[in-house]
């Protein structure tokens, strides 16, 4: 399986996969986040320091994980998402390596993670991976972490 740059008739196969996840496992917190970015990846996604990946299995898209241009400074990570049927496997760990040396290539001195409080999988890889918490909301039954990677050259 090999990480790849996200094309553009990956589009409904990646919006199947996160928007079957959010579903499944964090219907409530599907609230807190907004999905507009899937109806057109490679706008959102296409500018000169940004990228979205996708991993696929045949005809699946099975993992996904995007880079959003924040700041001069800062990355955002985003929708960091694996099919429940291939986890465990290391291929989370695998693309936020990839995110994190394309960050570097661009130049960013952070990349930030936002997860709610019930995304216990993303967050433990996270950290795993070096983000250091940073912020913690309450929203009144969940809250919403801010995770960050201070990049070096």
């Known amino acids: 399986m ?3 740059k996200f094309q553009k008739e990956d589009g409904p196969k990646v919006t199947e996969l ?3 996840i959010l579903e499944k496992e964090y219907p409530f917190d599907r ?3 907004s999905d507009t970015d899937l109806k057109n990846i490679c706008l959102t996604y296409g500018g000169p320091r ?6 696929s299995n045949g005809e699946r898209v099975i993992a996904t ?3 959003k241009e924040d700041s001069k400074e800062t990355a955002l990570l985003r929708r960091v998402f694996v099919d429940s049927t291939e986890r465990g496997k290391g291929l989370g760990s695998q693309m936020i390596k ?3 040396s394309f960050c570097k290539e661009k130049g960013y001195r952070e990349i930030v993670f936002r997860a709610t409080s019930k995304m216990t999988q993303a967050i433990t890889l996270c950290q795993k991976m070096g983000f250091k918490e940073a912020e913690k909301i309450d929203l009144g039954g969940f809250f919403i972490y801010k995770f ?4 070096t050259a």
């Open 50 to 55: 940004e990228v979205f990946f996708v991993v």
């Open 148 to 151: 960050s990677l201070k990049l």
């Open 18 to 20: 996160i928007l079957s």
């Open 98 to 100: 990839k995110a994190v």
């Open 2 to 4: 090999e990480i790849r």
């Open 31 to 33: 609230k807190a986040y």
């Open 65 to 67: 994980t995007g880079i």
